[in-house]
């Protein structure tokens, strides 16, 4: 029972971190390009990682291990930043934060098909219910609605939920921090040229707040948020702790609505709460 404590409480730590990503992309794609923001936070956090490598003298992962790495680093380190930061030159922060809603589901999808777990059949009709949710919201949404950005959203989800399961499976033999920040390091020869070939030509024109955007994505959201999720989901259950995802939505449209003073829809805030509701029943039978 303590474990499986300390695996919610992890979590939603993790949670309370990540939902500050998407606001904070949205500011920092204000004054950086997309792909010079996820070169610069993953080589960030990879610099505090192999400090903190160094620091407590971590062996390095085996041979079999880089494989799996590989697949963290190319699901959260790469993609998912990308292709959000990508998609929020589309549509605004408030919007996509819905698409988190589908995050649940594809963690649980791959907890199956990389963690080994396999849920009741009642888990999967919430959860596809959930995702049916969420996907009627994005297609039956106005003015702020963009294909583009929309498209972008699912596949950063898509490549976000095989990240956290495989980084979660991982996760178990060499502990959460550890594969973030291997995982992070494996990423620097592709993340130092992208960084240098997108630098800003002026820097003069960049507001504080990118820089603070910056700074979040960087250090909170591409290393400290993983040390809580990676060890949440190692200890509780890939599929079943991946479910608190349900409360990043609310965390993230509040700081959304009261940071960027974007419009929040009551649309956005029912599609919302009834796919919190839908993986809130999930959960029991994960």
Request: charged share 5%; hydrophobic share 60%; proline share 4%.
């Amino acid at each position: 029972m303590q474990s499986v404590g300390s695996g919610w409480g992890n979590g939603l730590l993790g949670v309370i971190i990540f939902s500050g990503s998407l606001p904070a992309t949205r500011v920092a794609v204000g004054g950086f390009s997309a792909l010079f923001l996820t070169s610069a936070r993953a080589v960030i956090a990879a610099l505090i990682g192999a400090a903190v490598l160094g620091l407590l003298r971590q062996a390095r992962p085996q041979r079999n291990d880089l494989a799996s790495l590989a697949i963290v680093s190319i699901g959260v380190v790469v993609g998912f930043p990308l292709l959000t930061a990508l998609a929020l030159q589309h549509i605004t922060s408030a919007h996509s934060i819905v698409f988190i809603g589908l995050l649940p589901l594809s963690t649980a999808i791959f907890a199956v098909l990389r963690g080994g777990e396999r849920p009741q059949p009642l888990f999967w009709l919430f959860a596809v219910l959930g995702s049916t949710t969420v996907a009627g919201f994005a297609l039956s949404n106005g003015g702020s609605a963009s294909i583009t950005g929309d498209l972008l959203m699912v596949a950063a989800i898509v490549l976000c939920g095989l990240g956290y399961a495989e980084g979660a499976a991982l996760s178990r033999r060499l502990g959460g921090w550890q594969v973030i920040s291997w995982a992070l390091l494996l990423a620097v020869p592709l993340m130092v040229p992208v960084a240098i070939l997108t630098w800003p030509s002026t820097w003069s024109g960049i507001t504080a707040p990118a820089w603070i955007g910056l700074a979040y994505v960087s250090i909170f959201s591409m290393f400290v948020g993983f040390i809580f999720w990676y060890r949440g989901l190692a200890i509780g259950g890939i599929a079943r702790v991946g479910q608190l995802q349900q409360l990043q939505p609310f965390f993230g449209l509040a700081l959304a609505g009261l940071l960027l003073h974007e419009p929040v829809a009551w649309g956005m805030i029912a599609a919302t709460a009834l796919v919190v509701a839908c993986v809130f029943f999930a959960r029991w039978f994960a």
